[in-house]
């Protein structure tokens, strides 16, 4: 037996209101947001998170070896937006997506300018 540390970066506030969906060899297993500690069996581990928001995005995947009576530490970073693969990984992750988000609310800022903003000049 040993231990899996699982840090879910992130909040409510900063990542998603609904707490990234965490299993472990196909079992989901209780999470939260900040530093999980999950009991696996030694040997080899899958573990699968995803976000759920409408849709379910975000999705990484890590196999990992855990050590008889040891721990392995992982980190999950959801992306900023519903279009990008999360990140998973043995150290701190950054958040995936961040070019897209801004691209997005520049499209967004743009569209507004247009309908708003030009008509009235």
């Not at 080899?44 to 196999?63: F, H, K, M």
């Not at 520049?106 to 708003?116: E, Q």
Request: hydrophobic share 50%.
């Amino acid at each position: 037996m040993g231990w899996l540390r699982l840090t879910l970066q992130g909040s409510a506030l900063t990542s998603n209101l609904i707490t990234p969906a965490v299993t472990v060899n196909g079992w989901r297993v209780s999470s939260h947001y900040g530093d999980n500690v999950i009991p696996v069996h030694a040997g080899p581990n899958r573990i699968d998170i995803s976000c759920q928001w409408l849709v379910r995005y975000g999705e990484a995947t890590l196999q990992t070896d855990v050590p008889a009576g040891g721990q392995v530490a992982a980190f999950y970073a959801a992306p900023w937006h519903q279009f990008s693969r999360g990140a998973i990984g043995y150290e701190k992750q950054k958040r995936p997506g961040a070019l897209g988000f801004v691209v997005m609310l520049a499209a967004i800022l743009l569209v507004v300018v247009a309908l708003f903003v030009l008509p009235n000049l």
